[in-house]
C-alpha cells in the first residue's frame, strides 16, 4: 500500500486567535483621528480639538460592517430582530516623534497600538491655518516616517529585551531534551526578528515566517506585525475633486515602504457635515448634489478594515432574528457554533449549511433543501464567509 499522505500543516496568523478583533486609529495629534472616529462610530466620544493629545484615554465604539447580503436576508425574513456584523474601534491618543522613548505620550499610546490587533492610520493632507499642527507644516510623507519609525523602534527595544530574556534560558538549559533545543532555537528565531525590523528596517508583517516563528512574533505582540490601512484626510474640496499633491506622493511612499497596503482617501470635514444632516436620506441627496460620483468613505473604511483583519461572518436567520456572526477565516464548524453559546460547540453535533448565494438565486430555504444545497456539516467543515447556519448540539 502507498504511504499515507501526510495532512498539510495549516499555516499559523499573525495575531490574536480570536474572533473578537479591534482596530486602532492612529496618527500624529491634529489629523482628525478623534473627528474619524466620532463619525465613523455616530457618536461624540472622541474628543475633537485643535490642540495636541485632546485625547488621552482610547475610547470604543463598535461600527456596523456594510453588507448587502446581510439587508437582503432581513427582507427576505423580515424578523422582529436585526443584529448586523460590527468591527471594534478604539481612538488613541496622538503620537509624536520621540514617542518610543517615553516622549509626549508615548508610553501609553504604544501600549494602546500593542492592545489592538490592526492599525487605522490616519495621514494629514489638508491645508487648514486653523488647525495646528504638532510638526509646524503639513508633510504626510513626513507623518508617516514618524509614526513608521517609532513603531519600528519600540519594536526593537521589545525584541532586544525578548533576547536577553531567551539568551538567558537557552544558556542554563542542556543539550539533549527537545525541549532544551527548543530553548536554542527560540534565540536564532528573535535574532531573525531583530534582524528584519532593526538591520533590513522591515515591519514585522512584510517578512516570511514559519508558523514556530509566527507563535514567537504573536508571543511578542508586536506593533509593525499589525495590518495597516492607510487613511488619507483630505479637504472636502479635493474629496470631492478626487485630486490632492500629496495623494501620489503618499501612494509612492506605501509602494516603496509597505507594498500591498491598503490607501483609502476619504475628508473628515465631509462626513460631520453629512452626520449633520440627521438622516441617510438627506446624506444621499446632499452627496448627489456634490457629483455624479461622490460617495462617503466611511462604509469602505470599516469594510476594509474588518477585511484586513481576516474576518468573515456567518448568518442565523428566522422570523425572531437574522443575525450575522463574525469569524476569523479558517475556523472549522464547532468552534464557529461555541461564538453564539460555549454549550453549541461543547454538544455539537453538525451543523445544517446553505450558503447566501444558494439561498438568493432560489429564493427560499425551501426550493434550496429541494435543489439538494443544504446540506449537514460535521467537526471538520471550515467556515465560509456567507455561510447560513442552523446548529445541532446534543443534550
Known amino acids: 500500500m502507498p504511504p499515507k499522505k501526510a495532512a498539510p500543516v495549516e499555516k499559523a496568523k499573525l495575531g490574536r486567535p480570536s474572533n473578537n478583533l479591534k482596530m486602532g486609529i492612529v496618527g500624529l495629534p491634529n489629523v482628525g483621528k478623534s473627528s474619524l472616529f466620532n463619525v465613523i462610530a455616530k457618536c461624540d466620544l472622541g474628543k475633537a480639538a485643535n490642540f495636541p493629545y485632546a485625547t488621552i484615554e482610547?475610547?470604543?465604539?463598535?461600527?456596523?460592517?456594510?453588507?448587502?447580503?446581510?439587508?437582503?436576508?432581513?427582507d427576505l425574513y423580515k424578523p422582529k430582530s436585526q443584529i448586523p456584523a460590527f468591527l471594534t474601534c478604539i481612538d488613541i491618543a496622538g503620537l509624536t516623534a520621540g514617542a518610543s522613548t517615553g516622549a509626549g505620550l508615548g508610553n501609553a499610546f504604544l501600549s494602546n497600538v500593542r492592545s489592538v490587533d490592526g492599525i487605522f492610520q490616519v495621514v494629514r493632507a489638508f491645508d487648514d491655518s486653523e488647525v495646528i499642527h504638532v510638526e509646524g507644516d503639513v508633510n504626510p510623507i513626513r507623518d508617516m516616517e514618524i509614526i513608521s519609525?517609532?513603531?519600528?523602534?519600540?519594536?526593537?527595544?521589545?525584541?532586544?529585551?525578548?533576547l536577553d530574556a531567551a539568551k538567558k534560558i537557552a544558556r542554563s538549559a542542556g543539550n539533549n531534551s527537545l525541549e532544551d533545543r527548543k530553548k536554542k532555537e527560540d534565540v536564532a528565531i528573535i535574532e531573525k526578528i531583530l534582524k528584519c525590523v532593526q538591520e533590513d528596517n522591515r515591519d514585522v508583517r512584510k517578512a516570511e515566517w514559519n508558523n514556530r516563528e509566527i507563535d514567537i512574533i504573536n508571543d511578542l505582540k508586536l506593533l509593525t506585525a499589525k495590518p495597516v490601512i492607510y487613511l488619507v484626510n483630505l479637504s472636502e474640496r479635493d474629496y470631492v475633486r478626487k485630486k490632492n499633491k500629496w495623494l501620489p506622493k503618499i501612494k509612492e511612499w506605501i509602494d516603496q515602504n509597505n507594498p500591498g497596503d491598503q490607501l483609502i482617501p476619504f475628508s473628515v470635514a465631509l462626513e460631520e457635515r453629512l452626520l449633520a444632516l440627521g438622516s441617510p436620506e438627506a446624506e444621499a441627496e446632499e452627496l448627489k448634489s456634490l457629483g455624479p460620483n461622490v460617495t462617503g468613505a466611511l462604509g469602505k473604511i470599516t469594510k476594509s478594515g474588518y477585511d484586513s483583519l481576516d474576518l468573515a461572518r456567518y448568518f442565523t436567520c428566522g422570523p425572531d432574528e437574522v443575525r450575522a456572526w463574525t469569524f476569523r477565516k479558517g475556523l472549522k464548524a464547532p468552534e464557529a457554533a461555541g461564538i453564539i453559546h460555549t454549550d453549541f460547540q461543547a454538544k455539537f453535533v453538525c451543523g445544517e449549511i446553505m450558503s447566501y448565494d444558494d439561498l438568493k438565486e432560489y429564493g427560499n430555504e425551501a426550493a434550496v433543501k429541494a435543489a439538494g444545497k443544504y446540506v449537514q456539516k460535521g467537526k471538520t467543515y471550515e467556515m465560509v464567509d456567507g455561510d447560513i447556519a442552523y446548529w445541532k448540539c446534543g443534550a
Open 58 to 74: 482610547p475610547e470604543e465604539a463598535r461600527v456596523p460592517v456594510p453588507d448587502e447580503r446581510f439587508n437582503w436576508l432581513v
Open 149 to 162: 519609525t517609532e513603531l519600528r523602534l519600540k519594536d526593537i527595544d521589545w525584541v532586544e529585551k525578548a
